[in-house]
């Protein structure tokens, strides 16, 4: 499958509508199980929370940071790896993962229950978005796109064709002509992985993902608008900072926009190697990747290696509410201190 190729460079080097809740499906939730290593194992994402932080990771992993300064393992209704978390408010977070799984949080991240997940799909949302905590998005591989308007009770599932590139666009409505059937096989399909949503300063929402996807709503993602992008590959990073708009993705590819996103400026970075965050840290700009590279940005956007962690690959850097920064990657949660 094309979703497996892009997990493992990550990791290792409207038609179409539903409606669904975990009633609806029939399927019952699974505990996660508590385990001692569980920080030191696979996390892809990490948040803050009220005050403290949240990560997520493989087999339904949730943990939280103890005013102690250690991890703590939470149990969650699901197995299935997670890949991002999100808090709208200090309470109110959704976890996404695979099979399409989300789950909720009213307590910062305490406890959660499962809203939504479609083992039929057998596929993972890479990245969700609350506007409030009524209105939210869950995207992920092969254009797997769900809404939620009432805080994740009901998930609406929607096709969005305008995403297509060209060609791809032509051959499905041709396809929509001469055989409907294969048409709506194709369309369960044919969009590119959706990998990231940032919502833009000026009430817009981005939208990044693979084949060099980077579109842009103006309405909470009901319409979208594809960008001409100069790069081709896929996209995994998104961060706005200082007036301009950063997307990064493999082999160390780097673009800056002004919030026109008309204009975009390669920049040239320490070593080729995949770009899986974006932070702000005390108003600097910071990478991290595979390869355990950790890159400073400056103004003039000049790109440093400052560390390099050999044998893992670094997914997430959060600034902890108290102090502290933390990094969240192959090989688990690490404090790390960037001078």
Known sequence: MKFCVLFCSVICGLPLIASATPNEQGQQAITSQLQP????ALVLDIKNAGNTLVAVGE???????AATGNWQQVLTPSRNLLTRVTFVDAVNGWAVGHDATVMHSDDAGATWQLQYRSEELARPLM?????????????GAYGLFLRTQDGGKHWQREFHDELLNADDA???????????????QESDSILPH??????????????VGEMGLVAVSNDMGVHWQRLMFPY?????????????VYVGGLRGNLFASDLSLQSWQSITLPQKTTINGITQVAG?????????????????NQAQLVRQ??????????????????LAGTKGLQPITLE
């Open 284 to 300: 600097q700009l910071w990478l991290v990747g595979n390869s355990g590279v950790i890159i400073h940005l400056d103004a003039d």
């Open 170 to 184: 032509q051959y499905l409505q041709q396809l929509k002509t001469d055989d409907p059937q294969a048409y709506q």
């Open 232 to 244: 081709e590959g896929s996209l995994f990073a998104a961060k706005e900072y200082n007036g301009k």
């Open 37 to 40: 290593l569980a920080s030191k």
């Open 127 to 139: 990245d969700v978005y609350f506007h409030d905590a009524q209105q939210g998005l869950a995207v």
């Open 59 to 65: 087999r339904g992993h949730i943990l939280r940071l």
């Open 309 to 326: 962690l050999k044998g893992e690959n670094l997914l997430a850097l959060a600034v902890a509410p108290k102090g502290g920064l933390w």
């Open 194 to 207: 959706f990998n990231r949503l940032l919502p833009l300063s000026d009430g817009r929402l981005l939208l």
